[in-house]
């Protein structure tokens, strides 16, 4: 799986998340440091690797809002790679 | 998780303290009548307005109607002070020697009857927020709580007022059912939302999801018992009642569990 495909998955997963908790989601993504986001979420940019920086997206909200965040970033992920027409099982993307 | 420390915070804080040692003072002299206790509703009308502006004022922090927490908190504060204009429409029948208890009346039509429906839409999003749709499969204590507190609050209900019953008021008739049922629904959503946030929120919000619940409780606990007390058939209540020291302190665990519903350090 390309990068681009896990920069879907983040920005379906930071999408989730606002709908819960608004622009947190924004800021608390830019503070994992593996992940550029801005402020509209127009554009994603992954400094590292794309699965290691969506794991650790997903670890930063789990932190803070527990289990619930990782199942909401479990759908979102789901949600990006059919929009990708990926057959890919979520487990072997998400940690 | 650390509370902001903002001047309407502290201010609310404060208030909440002086109006509990004003109560005090008040039943310590067994006065059950009169302008002080008059006041004193007012003064505690005046802390839910504070209330509510800051529970609206924190749903900043959450993009304001942009989220589902911040739909939440927007909804409480407009509860809490929506509550409070039932406060001033009371004094106002108070002060302009109308009546000394106007229950029920246009305080009821037009704000304390508002508290529930508005804090039933602020748990229902809050619900969401928590992770219904997946704690639900788990959450086995959440389930019995949604189904079984109503159940029972409305038995209790029935139970309670099976033998009180003001003939040709109807009005009261319904305002008695509305405030527990209503309040015994809110109730059951809110005990669900303690199960879901212990499995589901990571414990960040949780001081602040205890507080706004116990807030909720407490205001169940004071309409059960103001409208037994104020029914004319008991005739028990007076302005500065216990139960109106239970009504502050409901407003004011609503209003600092807003408050406290942040990540600010």
């Not at chain 2, 003939?167 to 008695?176: A, M």
């Amino acid at each position: 799986m390309n990068d681009n495909i896990y920069i879907d998955c983040i920005k379906e997963i930071i999408h989730s998340q606002m709908a819960i908790i608004g622009p947190m989601a924004i800021s608390q993504a830019n503070l994992s440091h593996d992940i550029i986001v801005d402020p509209n979420l127009t554009e994603v940019k992954v400094t590292t690797n794309g699965k290691q920086a969506l794991n650790k997206l997903i670890n930063t909200y789990a932190e803070l809002f527990g289990h619930i965040s990782v199942e909401v970033s479990r759908e979102a992920v789901g949600k990006a790679l059919k929009k990708n027409n990926i057959q890919e099982d979520i487990s072997n993307i998400i940690e | 998780m650390k509370r902001s420390s903002s001047l309407l915070n502290w201010v609310l804080d404060i208030g909440f303290l002086s109006i509990g040692m004003w109560w005090v003072t008040i039943t310590a002299r067994n006065q059950t009548s009169g302008v002080e206790n008059y006041y004193f509703n007012l003064a505690y009308a005046f802390l839910g307005t504070l209330g509510g502006i800051i529970a609206i004022a924190h749903s900043k922090e959450w993009g304001w109607w942009r989220s589902l927490y911040g739909k939440a908190l927007i909804s409480f504060g407009v509860a809490v002070a929506w509550w409070s204009l039932g406060g001033y429409i009371w004094a106002y029948y108070n002060f302009t020697g109308q009546s000394d208890i106007p229950f029920p009346s246009n305080a009821d039509h037009f704000g304390f009857a508002w508290f529930y429906p508005l804090t039933f839409i602020g748990m229902v999003f809050l619900v969401k927020g928590l992770g219904f749709k997946y704690a639900w499969k788990k959450s086995k204590f959440g389930k019995i709580a949604l189904i079984a507190i109503p159940i029972l609050a409305t038995f209790a209900t029935f139970y309670i007022y099976k033998d009180i019953r003001v003939e040709g008021s109807s009005l009261l008739n319904f305002y008695k059912y509305f405030y527990n049922i209503g309040g015994s629904l809110t109730l059951a959503a809110s005990i669900t939302i303690l199960f879901l946030s212990k499995y589901f929120s990571g414990g960040k919000l949780r001081p602040a999801i205890v507080c706004i619940v116990l807030g909720v409780v407490i205001q169940y606990i004071a309409d059960v018992t103001f409208t037994y007390r104020a029914n004319p058939q008991i005739a028990l209540y007076y302005n500065a009642d216990y139960t109106d020291m239970l009504y502050a302190t409901s407003l004011y665990l609503v209003s600092a569990g807003a408050s406290l519903f942040t990540l600010k350090k």
